[in-house]
């Protein structure tokens, strides 16, 4: 039996015009599937990250879970569009990198991975040959945000499902947040299910394939795993019970899905207040000036929790102590889950890599 979804958006009076957005998506896919369009392929492996939905199912945490393990075996490259950054054309991460120049999520990616080469170009064909050049010793690369971006044909390519609202339950734009129609699925190499909060069952899989009419050997299934929040400042880890005991915690951030974040929290902190923004929002000193009214006026001791994303963002911005004093950044990492007939994602990467490196 299906699960319950939560898909809130949905406006399913504006399903005659999702219907002629498809089929403008369908013709477009026919004429990359048909060679009309060009499609580009590079001498290197290019693991391709992406989905259907626009935003929410966490293509940043599988990129970091990729990039942890990928840069232990191989010189790797990530290139993003970098959304909604205030540059154009090819920026590489540097140290003179802000989330307004190269975007949040590349900026937040950075951060973590300081010795990883990552890059922004919204032509990824021009993005990937600019990498190439600068560092012809690159052995992957790795895209972001890349499943309709048909120019470049990837080695390997993922797509992501959010678990609570699934491909198959969505509806395309604009009646609900699909880019294209659900078979576009069937262009991926794997499907992970994301945000998953329990252990799926070998019937589960079945039945997951049957509603994405996909090959149940390729779908996988990951989880989100929140570490202990770390203070802004200086990064000093405090478990999530004793940041604010017996007193308030704001939840401030603006990502496409802050519900999962907002159930963690609100095992310990039921009360807490959500300040949620549009995805990749660039936060305004008058909603700085909102927060800190709100914290003046909270029970004490009061905190305010942040996403690495959003933090991305906030490291650009002249806070107050009000704010620095009590903001905690939480981390987030994904674990994909053993199959039961123990098919492994990370080596159907590892054979497309090794086949593409032979040649």
């Not at 054309?89 to 990552?118: C, W």
């Not at 895209?143 to 609202?165: C, G, K, M």
């Not at 929002?281 to 909102?290: C, L």
Request: charge should be positive; include cysteine.
């Amino acid at each position: 039996m299906p699960r319950d979804t939560d898909i809130p958006h949905l406006h399913r009076a504006l399903i005659p015009l999702a219907a002629l957005y498809s089929a403008v998506v369908t013709v477009r896919n026919k004429l990359f599937d048909r060679k009309i369009l060009p499609v580009e392929e590079f001498p290197i492996p290019v693991i391709s990250v992406g989905n259907l939905t626009v935003g929410g199912t966490g293509k940043t945490p599988h990129i970091e879970w990729l990039t942890a393990w990928l840069s232990q075996r191989y010189r790797i490259a990530i290139l993003s569009r970098g959304y909604r950054r205030k540059s154009k054309g090819f920026h590489l991460a540097d140290e003179n990198s802000t989330a307004a120049l190269i975007g949040d999520e590349p900026y937040q990616m950075h951060r973590k991975f300081p010795h990883v080469t990552i890059a922004v170009d919204a032509n990824r064909r021009e993005g990937i040959k600019r990498l190439l050049a600068l560092d012809p010793t690159l052995q992957v690369i790795l895209l972001d945000d890349a499943h309709q971006h048909r120019y470049v044909r990837p080695t390997f390519s993922i797509v992501l499902s959010d678990y609570n609202r699934p491909i198959y339950a969505d509806y395309p734009l604009p009646a609900g947040r699909l880019r294209e129609p659900m078979q576009g699925v069937r262009r991926a190499d794997a499907v992970i299910i994301s945000k998953c909060p329990c252990k799926f069952s070998p019937e589960q899989y079945a039945e997951e394939a049957a509603l994405l009419q996909y090959d149940p050997t390729r779908i996988f299934v990951s989880s989100i795993i929140y570490g202990s929040p770390q203070r802004f400042t200086d990064k000093h880890s405090k478990p999530l019970p004793y940041i604010a005991r017996n007193g308030h915690v704001f939840i401030f951030t603006g990502i496409a899905d802050p519900s999962h974040l907002q159930r963690h929290i609100g095992q310990y902190y039921p009360d807490a207040t959500l300040l949620a923004y549009p995805d990749h929002h660039d936060f305004t000193p008058s909603e700085i000036d909102d927060l800190v009214r709100r914290i003046n006026k909270a029970p004490q001791p009061s905190a305010i929790i942040t996403t690495e994303k959003d933090a991305a963002r906030l490291y650009g911005m002249n806070l107050p102590a009000a704010i620095t004093d009590r903001l905690y950044v939480i981390p987030l990492v994904i674990t994909v889950q053993p199959r039961h007939d123990g098919i492994m994602l990370q080596q159907l990467i590892t054979n497309a890599i090794e086949q593409k490196l032979k040649g």
